[in-house]
């Protein structure tokens, strides 16, 4: 296939293409979202790292993996209202990034990104599992424990470390975002 491709060209083709700078906008450093449904979260965040830059303010690089867990929980929350009957994943949308804002707020990258145990790049697939099997299992109890909200989190802390809630601060541009999004 890749000989044909190499077949397929011109003159013209072979010395490629000249783009010419129209805009140049503010942007954030490139993040890897590694093996990891997040890319929700780092779409929805880096858009957000943009709107400070369009607005004149001092970027700060939003921790995606705070807006995960914040969220994480919350489906957690809804699945076993619902006693399963709730799609789970790694996955999300841009809406859950917003309301992750709202209700818990943020917190620079730099003070919590979710590599706990000596990772480098984030790897969901075994935390992914044990949290889906965790759940299943408690929506399968005959009652519900008051302690399984506790259980749950602490297997996130477990792969993703715990935060500190006074980190987040509204003394900080991404005050200025959260205001369009309220």
Same mark, same amino acid.
């Given at each position: 296939m890749i000989n044909a491709l190499k077949a397929n060209q011109n003159d013209n083709s072979k010395? *490629?293409?000249?783009?010419?700078? /129209?805009?140049?906008?503010?942007?954030? #450093?490139?993040?890897?979202?590694?093996?990891s449904g997040t890319c929700w979260s780092y779409s929805g965040n880096s858009f957000l790292e943009s709107e400070m830059i369009r607005m004149g303010k001092k970027p700060v690089e939003i921790s995606q993996i705070y807006t995960a867990r914040n969220t994480?929980?919350?489906?957690?929350?809804?699945?076993?209202?619902?006693? *399963?009957?709730?799609?789970?994943?790694?996955?999300?949308?841009?809406?859950? /990034?917003?309301?992750?804002?709202?209700?818990?707020?943020?917190?620079?990258?730099?003070?919590?990104?979710?590599?706990?145990?000596?990772?480098?790049?984030?790897?969901?697939?075994?935390?992914? #599992?044990?949290?889906?099997a965790m759940l299943?299992?408690? /929506?399968?109890g005959k009652a519900l424990t008051p302690n399984w909200e506790k259980a749950y989190t602490a297997a996130m802390d477990s792969y993703l470390g715990k935060f500190l809630k006074n980190l987040i601060t509204m003394a900080n541009p991404i005050h200025h975002v959260l205001l369009l999004i309220r």
């Open positions: 010395s *490629g293409f000249t783009f010419t700078e /129209v805009i140049n906008l503010g942007n954030t #450093s490139i993040k890897n979202q590694g093996s994480y929980l919350d489906k957690a929350r809804t699945y076993v209202r619902l006693h *399963g009957g709730l799609s789970l994943g790694e996955g999300g949308q841009f809406h859950d /990034v917003l309301n992750s804002f709202r209700k818990y707020g943020t917190m620079p990258q730099s003070a919590y990104t979710g590599l706990h145990y000596g990772t480098t790049l984030n790897n969901f697939g075994e935390m992914t #599992s044990m949290l889906d299943g299992s408690i /929506v399968k």
